[in-house]
Each structure stands twice: as C-alpha cells, then as structure tokens.
C-alpha cells in the first residue's frame, strides 16, 4: 500500500498567509458578557465586516481539513489499487514462470529427439570411417554336425584400426570368438578392405580371457599407414539410451555391382547398419513372452560367457562381428560381436585400452 500523501506545499503556503493575515481576528464570535462595550465612534473599534471574515476564514479551515480528509481516502484507494495490481502482477509472473517450465521440458525433449536423430552428414562421417578403418577376414572353425561328423567351416568377421594414443602404432582389434583358426603357432588371416584401405596380413598379438571380454588385438605390420579410431569421447557412451551409432563391417550383400564389395568375394560388403543404444536385451522370444538373456551364451551370442557391454536396437548381421560399434563422431563404442533375440550385442574395448597402457612402447 502506498504511504498517506501529506498536504501540498501549496496548500500549506495559502493557510499560512491566512493564519498570518487574519490572526488577530480568530477570537471568539461573541464578546464575554462583562466585557464593556467600545463607545460609539470610538475610532479603535473593529470593522463592521469583520465577523464575516472570521466566518469566512472558519469556513475556510474546516474546508481545509475536509479536503485533507478527501486527500487522504483518494490516497487511501490508490494505495488499495496499487496493492491490487501489484498481486496482478504477481500472477501474470507465475503464469509466465509456468509457460517457462513448460518451454524448458520441450527443448529437453527435443535435445533428446536431436540426439537420437542420424543426420546425412553424421551418416557420411561414419561411412567414411569404416571405409577408411574396417577390413573383412575369413577364419575356420570345427563344426560337429547333427550326425556326430566334424567339418571345418569359413566364417567371416570384421576387424578394425585402432589408435592406442597419440604417436602410438596403429593396432588392429577383432572379436575374440573371431580368432579360432589364429590360436595356433604360425598361424596368419588375410584382411581385406575398400576403399583404398590396404590389404594386411596378421597375426594374433593377444586375445583376452573369453569368459571375460569377447576382444582380441591382432599384429599386423602393414596397418602401420591407417590412421586408426579412438575411444567415444562420449562418457559411458553404451548407458545413453538412444544413442545413435553406426555398427560397421562386412556381410553378405545382394547388389554385387557395389563398389563397396570386396575385389575376391563380390558377396561381402561394407555395411553401415544405423542403430541405437538400448538398455534391454531384447523382445521376447518369437512371440513366446519369455525373455530374451544372452547370459546363456548361445553360439550366436558373443563368446562363451562373455557378458556383453551393451545392445543396440537391431541385430547384428553375420560377418560384422568384430566390426567397432561407432558414434556420430567416430568414437568406438564398443566391438560388434553378436546378436541376442532382435537386439545386438557388443563387447567393450576397456582390455584393449589397458593392454595397450601397459604395454612397453
């Protein structure tokens, strides 16, 4: 509320020169009984009008003071108005503060939708990674077939150049469960990539306790030139659901005029399969309503009791196990190494980046 106004200066300077001019006049209106009266033509007495000044100037100051009252209930309701708008005010603000809240939980919602969104150009900068990073190989396998009879079978695998860290060799890394035929002394695998990525020939450097990571580093001299990936910059990269990553490697591929096929084998393709983190294993089980776990560790699944890092949204595609699992940036998120239901499953790259901080330069 607004504080009482006092009078004008105005106001008082008038009541004032007032009091001043008529001061010897503001007596009583009548003279005391036993005064004597002033004998006629008496040159001292008061003016014959001056009883209608003194009313007059009564009339004035009561006047006066009805006006100071009528000030003070105007400055009263104004003060009532401004009180008023005041708490109107204090409304609209709540109301914008409101519409604020509200503005806020729709750009969160939106940063969420941008960030799981793949734009052309991050697809481009993870296609072109992969052509520049990612070969294909074939190893061998014992298959025990329905009849009890061993054969040995191709399977094919991708694998990738990693940067351990700056002015380090470039190193190559693969699935574990890609490494069968390479446990052998002597033993060497081909790999083959497009795109201008050389041809190397490998050997196995170290493969990582299966039952513990499904990740192995091969030796392979001539991937000395590529340029190699490194670690998402991403913080715990495979917890962030929806993330967007390109899981990357070689598949069979049905248009065989694609200059993304491999010279030898026209079948297999680079492949970019564009997926997002998910915090779940899977569906159920072809409609049955029983969960999907790949702890149970089926063939299809990473190694044998390997518990994966994490999955992504879509299955991974025979021949890109060991292919990196990458963000929009390039940044390996994890190694491919299986599928699990209708998700895929990736192994982590953490025993690889401590080998390699280990390992004497």
């Known amino acids: 509320m607004l504080p009482q106004r006092p009078w004008s200066p105005q106001l008082l300077m008038a009541a004032a020169v007032f009091a001043i001019a008529y001061l010897p006049y503001l007596g009583p209106e009548t003279e005391p009984a036993d005064a004597p009266s002033a004998p006629e033509g008496d040159a001292s007495a008061a003016p014959a009008g001056d009883a209608e000044v003194l009313k007059l100037m009564r009339a004035m100051n009561a006047s006066l003071a009805s006006l100071g009252v009528s000030v003070g209930a105007v400055d009263a309701r104004l003060g009532a108005f401004a009180d008023s708008v005041d708490a109107r005010f204090a409304a609209v603000d709540a109301r914008f503060a409101a519409v604020d809240a509200r503005f806020a939980a729709v750009d969160a ?36 077939l329905p009849n009890g009879s061993v054969e040995l079978r191709e ?48 050997t196995l450097d170290i493969n990582f306790a299966p039952e513990k990571n499904d990740a192995a580093v091969l030796l392979c001299p001539g991937a000395s030139a590529v340029a190699g990936l490194a ?62 776990k790949s702890s149970g560790a089926s063939r299809a ?38 599928r699990s239901c209708a998700a895929g499953a990736f192994a982590s790259l953490e025993g690889v980046v401590d080998y390699f901080l280990k390992k004497p330069r």
């Open 301 to 338: 699944d990473c190694s044998a009791g390997a518990p994966p890092l994490g999955y992504v949204d879509r299955r991974i595609t025979p021949g890109m196990s060991g292919g990196p699992v990458l963000d929009m940036a390039c940044g390996i998120v994890g190694i491919a190494c299986g």
């Open 231 to 292: 670690p998402s910059a991403t913080a715990d990269a495979h917890l962030r659901l929806y993330l967007p990553v390109g899981v990357t490697g070689f598949a069979v591929d049905a248009y065989a005029d694609s200059q993304r096929h491999l010279t030898g084998l026209r079948k297999f393709a680079l492949n970019v399969d564009f997926a997002h983190i998910v915090g779940v294993v899977g569906p159920a089980i072809d409609g049955s309503g029983a969960l999907c």
């Open 109 to 144: 919602r939106l940063g969420e939708l941008v960030e799981s969104t793949v734009t052309v150009s991050a697809a481009m900068r993870v296609d072109a990674c992969a052509r520049s990073n990612v070969w294909h190989f074939v190893y061998v396998v014992n298959e025990t």
């Open 155 to 202: 399977r094919s695998c991708s694998a990738f150049a990693f940067a351990p860290a700056v002015g380090a060799a470039t190193a190559v890394v693969t699935a574990n469960h890609c490494t069968a035929s390479l446990r052998l002394p002597g033993s060497r695998v081909s790999l083959e990539g497009v795109g201008g990525l050389p041809n190397v020939t490998c």
